[in-house]
């Protein structure tokens, strides 16, 4: 199993950035898809989640109205489109799947985000 996060970077705040996950070696359509994010000296804290189908998803309150997750099970991709950046936003964003009855799950190498002028 492997997933691969792509797009972080700097941005300023205010700015947007659209993060996504590459899933491979699983069948994507059984695992919830997450994201979490962990900013230095503080606990991985869960951002987003997006279930199997129907898909519903949930955010984190911090980030609600301004971050969307969704996920294309053809391509067995997960997005997070974050918007209204704050410095505060700035952690190192990872990429979960967690299979549907919960009995496994995989993570990704993170990718890092920065917002600051």
């Known amino acids: 199993v492997q997933l691969v996060e792509s797009g972080g970077g700097l941005v300023q705040p205010g700015g947007s950035l659209r993060l996504s996950c590459a899933a491979s070696?699983?069948?994507?359509?059984?695992?919830?898809m997450k994201w979490h994010r962990q900013a230095p000296g503080k606990e991985r804290e869960l951002v987003a989640v997006?279930?199997?189908?129907?898909?519903?998803?949930s955010y984190a309150d911090s980030v609600k109205g301004r971050f969307t997750i969704s996920r294309d099970n053809a391509k067995n991709t997960v997005s997070l489109q974050m918007n209204s950046l704050k410095p505060e936003d700035t952690a190192v964003y990872y990429c979960?799947?967690?299979?549907?009855?919960?009995?496994?799950?995989?993570w990704g190498q993170g990718t890092q985000v920065t917002v600051s002028t």
């Open positions: 997006i279930t199997i189908l129907p898909a519903h998803t």
């Open positions: 070696g699983l069948t994507f359509s059984h695992y919830h």
């Open positions: 979960c799947a967690e299979y549907y009855n919960g009995d496994r799950a995989y």
